[in-house]
């Protein structure tokens, strides 16, 4: 499989184009995971990989974000350390950290171990982690590698998250406290608009827009919204950990 810097090299800036037309499309995607972190005003969160910093605007105000992205095919906004970096080692001291956050990359990880063990590095004794990914065997999951896999760029091939991921964290000293599947959706003026994002942010280049919209129609699921928007199903397993010996956190 394609490594995540080879990934992006090719198509992050497909992606970031359709974040950045459509930034708050994924807005309960950020949210949840948000959530799950518990963070309070003066917390500093690394954002890993960051993408294009996109989880900086939904933190809380007073947090400060730490956001490490190796791929420079993302919008430079200035805030970023990417610049064609290696993913690791992250570029920041030992327990520089309150809370660390990982987003919908570490799917293209195949091991994700040593990733695991450098956020454990920097986040300080008790911080927590939360891991928010596609699920093995999810329709999102069977979505990516499929449709997705057959018509953009670069194909794909996830290493979704299962309970493997479980036993990678704890193996990197961290203390799984819950995981669970959350269920949302990433919101469109229309259904025009909802096909024209997801081929953005795919790459979709062997496929049109119709049959995009038809994909997720009937692999995903498309419903109207009471706002008069539609939103789009999509789900991701959250994993909250903390580093350190167990203690409750929730």
């Known amino acids: 499989m394609k490594t995540y810097g080879q990934v992006f090299a090719v198509r992050g800036s497909a992606y970031d184009r359709a974040m950045q037309c459509c930034p708050d499309a994924r807005q309960q995607e950020f949210a949840q995971a948000v959530d799950a972190a518990r963070l309070t005003s003066g917390m ?84 927590r982690l939360v891991v928010s990914d596609v699920a093995t065997d999810s329709a999102v999951a069977r979505f990516l590698d499929g449709y997705v896999g057959a018509h953009n760029s670069t194909g794909h091939e996830g290493v979704f998250l299962d309970g493997h991921t479980l036993v990678e964290l704890r193996d990197a000293g961290w203390s799984v406290h819950r995981h669970d599947v959350q269920n949302f959706c990433w919101v469109f003026p229309d259904r025009a608009v909802m096909a024209a994002f997801c081929h953005e942010l795919f790459d979709l280049r062997s496929s049109s827009m119709a049959d995009t919209r038809v994909a997720i129609e009937t692999q995903l699921g498309v419903k109207q919204l009471s706002s008069g928007q539609v939103g789009m199903d999509w789900s991701l397993m959250t994993i909250v950990a903390q580093k350190g010996p167990t203690e409750a956190v929730e």
Do not use: M
């Not at 500093?44 to 900086?56: N, S």
């Not at 970096?85 to 570029?91: D, F, G, V």
């Open 44 to 127: 500093v969160v690394a954002d890993v990989p960051a993408g294009g910093g996109y989880l900086q605007r939904y933190l809380p105000s007073g947090c400060h974000w730490l956001g490490h992205e190796p791929c420079a095919s993302f919008t430079n906004h200035g805030t970023l350390t990417g610049d064609a970096r290696p993913l690791l080692p992250l570029p920041w001291s030992d327990a520089s950290a309150d809370v660390a956050i990982s987003l919908a990359g570490v799917h293209h990880i195949d091991d994700k171990r040593p990733l695991f063990r450098e956020l454990a590095r920097v986040t300080k004794p008790g911080g």
